[in-house]
Nanobody, 117 residues
Framework: QVQVVESGGGCVQPGGSLRLSCVAS????????MSWHRQAPGKEREFVAA????????SYVDSVKGRFTISRDNAKNTVYLQMNSLETDDTAVYYC??????????WGQGTQVTVSS
């Protein structure tokens, strides 16, 4: 059974940092691309960052470039999202997704990130 579990969310002041983690089990982790997405209240879920299966390629939504870094540790079946210089607009539930091809994709349950003074 595949499980995708995020952790590391919390409340932080503007300008602060958080590191999200996502552990995926029950799948061949090193064969999956991984991505982070977020959904703010009243808004559609949006793509944040992605990393290829081997970790060599990454992509980001423009609004987080230079502030967020996605990375992975295939030995630990874990993907990370380091978030620096957080802004109030970054407040959202953050979701992790594992993707392989067109038919295999698995979502986590999400972790809340709140940026507020």
């Amino acid at each position: 059974q595949v499980q995708v579990v995020e952790s590391g969310g919390g409340c932080v002041q503007p300008g602060g940092s958080l590191r999200l983690s996502c552990v995926a089990s029950g799948l061949a982790f090193s064969s999956y691309a991984m991505s982070w997405h977020r959904q703010a209240p009243g808004k559609e879920r949006e793509f944040v960052a992605a990393i290829g299966s081997a970790g060599g390629s990454t992509s980001y939504v423009d609004s987080v470039k230079g502030r967020f870094t996605i990375s992975r540790d295939n030995a630990k079946n874990t993907v990370y999202l380091q978030m620096n210089s957080l802004e109030t607009d970054d407040t959202a539930v953050y979701y992790c997704k594992a993707v392989r091809g067109y038919s295999r994709n698995y979502w986590g349950q999400g972790t809340q990130v709140t940026v507020s003074s």
